[in-house]
């Protein structure tokens, strides 16, 4: 099953869509807290069970602007200007995690450089 998800989504960004698309894919929960534990990134997310969302830039040690657009949350380092995306689905279910432990579900996502000219954040 994770096979045929992943061969999906091969086939839909070697493409190099002019838009962000969103897959959903069906990863058992251990296997998804395992990747999302894999890997030095550019930012720290911290989802409390009470849907709070604190977001840290880890090269300037600084808190991160984040903001709502549609499906999803975005954020701004203000001090380096980078800036990621989470969907909103990805926060229920960090919310879900959180819940689940007792603790805030706590991971790294990475900054994204080259959005697609029809994705803005929302930020002035």
């Known amino acids: 099953m994770i096979r045929a998800a992943l061969k999906r989504l091969w086939q839909l960004f070697s ?48 808190a991160l602007d984040i903001a709502e657009d549609e499906e999803l949350l ?9 800036v990621s995306f989470n969907a909103l689905a990805n926060v229920q279910r960090d919310v879900h995690f959180a819940t689940q432990d007792g603790k805030p579900f706590e991971y790294e996502i990475s900054y994204i450089d080259n959005l697609p000219p029809t994705l803005r954040p929302p930020f002035s």
Do not use: Y
Request: charged content about 30%; glycine content about 6%; some cysteine.
């Open 15 to 62: 493409g190099k869509p002019s838009e962000i698309a969103f897959v959903r894919v069906e990863i058992p929960e251990e296997r998804l807290r395992e990747m999302l534990r894999t890997g030095e990134k550019d930012l720290i997310l911290r989802t409390t069970a009470s849907g709070v969302v604190h977001a840290a830039c880890k090269a300037c040690n600084q």
């Open 74 to 82: 975005w954020f701004r380092c203000p001090i380096c200007r980078r």
